[in-house]
């Protein structure tokens, strides 16, 4: 799926990632923060167990809905007040994953827990660190607006398309209404930046996120992200139907 940036509410909130192409990339997170941010809680060693060689900044675990809308479609099978837990899971679990994009943290993205299947799930992260690490540049990952956060109920109907996708289904999913603007950069050692990738503001990019919620001892509360859809390719609007529209 694609995914690219959406600088959602409050704190530091990229939106996904939808800056390449694809059926399943990735979309939303927040920005990085800045290198004087102070540490979160836990050691180093930590950290490190979950695949950082750093600690992120405290304001990750601090992150809010901000603006951001939560509108419950369960039609009751989840309460509003579990929805707007689950959204704020998922808008945290998105600053982690910026700051570990903006880091280059490929091996946090692989072992920290935000995903089950991280190698699909972050597919499109981990090959835009490894190309821009093999060219010795640093990255910088602005993400989207993140206007509405919907959670729907997604049918076990489409286990096997989750599966063939090499997903993992799950009962509910975020669908992410987000717009531009949105860049990934690289920059090098003078300073000189390319950009690689880019939404242009005002221009839609939205996803579908499937998941579950999860109580990190380090991280907090965060939704595991097991699945995340492209809701503006034409081979996932078809299958996925209303799941996608807005």
Known sequence: MLRLLAAAASIVTLAGCALGPGTSQHRSSPAAAPATAAPAAGSLEAWQQKGANQVPPASLVGVGLGSIEVVNQTSGAVSDTDARRWALAYVRANAYEFWAWNSQQDAFLLRSGLSQVPATVFSYDLGTIQDSKA???????????????????????????????????????????????SRLEWIDRTGARTTKASIDAGVGSSELVGGTLASDPLMGDIWVSNSDWDCTAPGVREPFGPLCNQ
């Open 135 to 181: 060219a010795g540049v640093r990255l910088e990952v602005t993400r989207l607006v993140l206007r509405r956060l919907v959670l729907r109920t997604v049918p076990e109907a489409l286990r096997q398309t989750f599966a063939s996708h090499l997903f993992l289904w799950t009962q509910y999913a975020f669908y992410l209404d987000q717009v531009g603007p």
